[in-house]
């Protein structure tokens, strides 16, 4: 019986990536086909710092002051209009997500794994040969890829994490010898990270929301 459920469990997270992979590079391949034809493009790697800023909807406040940090590495693609300044940036990412909540004084750690897809608008003020400065905003597109079971929490069922969440990137940063970025992104998310149903006073079932903004340190190699 065991053996047959991991089987059927293997299967569902199976298909489920294969077709978040296949929604990511219909993403990437609009976004190439968009690009004109003098467009400059870079490829590099890019990692940085994920640190949390959780909040709840709909529950009592639970959040834990001190929220556990994470990280993102992966490969990035940028994009330049010579003597315009706009572009673009394209990134897929692992990010690696860890949130802790605290019930009746006990704390629950959950770290949430996503494979991500930042697409960025950039307008790019160069100073020099050497260095110049850039804005850059733009959705990102995250698919969750590990457990979106989060059961070791109060007296209920756990919260049921979304498959996917819609965000929205604001940022800045630095590019140093045309090669070195150092960028802040913070990431707004526009859909919910998880819900979970609680009783209220009354002892009525209502729908409590998660959500997970992220504040981002990155750094960025381009070829």
Known sequence: MYANSFTNHLKDTTVRMRKNFLSMAVIVAA?????????QVKFGVKAGLNVNNVSLKNVYDNIDEKNRNGFFAGLTADVTIPLVGLGADV???????CVGLTDEGERHNKTLHYISLPINAKYTIGFSSLASVYLATGPQFSWNVG????????DTDGWALKKSVFSWNVGLGATVLKHFRVGYNYNIGLGNTGEVTVLDTAGNAIKGKLKNNVHQISLTYLL
Do not use: E, H, I, T
Request: glycine share 4%.
């Open 147 to 154: 457990d979106r079971n989060w059961k070791d929490w109060g």
């Open 91 to 97: 990134s897929l990412l692992y990010d690696n997500r």
């Open 31 to 39: 976004f190439a086909f968009a690009l004109p034809s003098q467009a």
